[in-house]
């Protein structure tokens, strides 16, 4: 193993953790190489304009360039003296199977951190806590909701760490499905695993409804790093308002219907829809027939079905 290609490992491996990422093998590789700057720039996707870029200093208008072509990349280097020697380019060329294999894990990384985004937003759209917990209750995530949820202190709070109800009882019931659940945890998704729960809350207001379930799949590894279970937590009192911007575009309504059918999902009365919209119920009457026609449906229940099944309840 040469000085370079020991010195790049560690630089690159201690480079993932780093913000932004891998400015100390960048530092490294100029200081080796004589580089003023130097930058790893990443094939665009297929479609796309650019891609991104990683760089370290900053090029001036005249001078020197290098550059070496890698798996899905293209490192450049730039000095202002003399054009880099051959010496130069031949022990970049000797670094180059270790770069691909970086370049590769970055990618890599960066797909699953774009898969983890995706889904967190999805989460957040349907208005969903989740919480991950270790078999004792300590907790090991929580998304943006679920640390909201925390917060507050209605039906879940933490206590040194750890998952806690608002009795005992229902304490130990939650402690019991995380521990047999986490124990449950596969290679595979295990989509059918999962018990219900209602967990009362000191507000007085409906129970929050949980999901627990497995801890995430741990496949291509035979084992988890640490076995987990996963809470799903919806609050039934928080209904999701319906845009009725929304609406119209997905059913072709009227902002007049629209609105009317956005206050009807909300659970009121054809009446009471009438007067929060400061239309007379005749006209209330009129645009539900003319909603009735677009939708397809013939009762007003058979609506709100329909429009709290569709993607308008993620819009809001």
């Not at 691909?100 to 898969?115: D, I, K, S, T, Y």
């Not at 969903?128 to 709070?157: E, H, I, T």
């Not at 507000?203 to 809470?231: D, H, M, W, Y």
Request: glycine share 8%.
């Amino acid at each position: 193993m040469t000085d370079d290609w020991q010195a790049l490992s560690l630089a690159l491996l201690g480079g993932f953790a780093e913000r932004p990422m891998w400015q100390g093998l960048l530092r490294e590789m100029a200081t080796r190489f004589g580089a003023g700057h130097i930058a790893i720039a990443f094939d665009p996707p297929p479609g796309g304009d650019a891609g991104m870029e990683i760089a370290h200093g900053t090029p001036g208008p005249d001078g020197q360039t290098l550059e070496q072509p890698l798996g899905g990349a293209t490192l450049r280097l730039w000095r202002a003296g003399p054009a880099f020697p051959d010496e130069v380019a031949e022990r970049l060329r000797a670094v180059v199977p270790l770069l691909n294999q970086g370049v590769a894990l970055l990618l890599h990384q960066a797909q699953l951190l774009r898969e983890q985004r995706i889904l967190a937003t999805v989460a957040e759209a349907g208005e969903l806590a989740v919480l991950a917990l270790d078999p004792r209750g300590q907790l090991l995530y929580a998304n943006p909701l679920g640390q909201q949820l925390l917060s507050q202190q209605d039906a879940l709070a933490l206590h040194h760490g750890r998952i806690a109800c608002l009795d005992p009882r229902t304490t130990a019931r939650l402690i019991e499905l995380v521990r047999h659940f986490a124990g449950e945890q596969q290679a595979a998704t295990t989509r059918g695993l999962f018990a219900p729960l209602a967990l009362p809350r000191s507000s007085g207001e409906a129970p929050l409804t949980v999901l627990v379930r497995p801890g995430p799949a741990f496949e291509p590894v035979n084992a988890p790093l640490q076995r987990s279970a996963i809470l799903i937590v919806r609050d039934p009192a928080r209904r999701p308002s319906l845009s009725a911007e929304t609406l119209a575009h997905l059913f072709d309504l009227t902002p007049a219907e629209a609105a009317l059918a956005s206050e009807l999902a909300k659970g009121l009365t054809l009446d009471d829809a009438a007067a929060a919209l400061d239309i007379s119920r005749n006209t209330a009457r009129s645009q539900l027939q003319a909603v009735f026609r677009k939708t397809g449906v013939s009762r007003q229940s058979e609506l709100v079905l329909l429009l709290l099944g569709s993607v308008a309840t993620l819009s809001g």
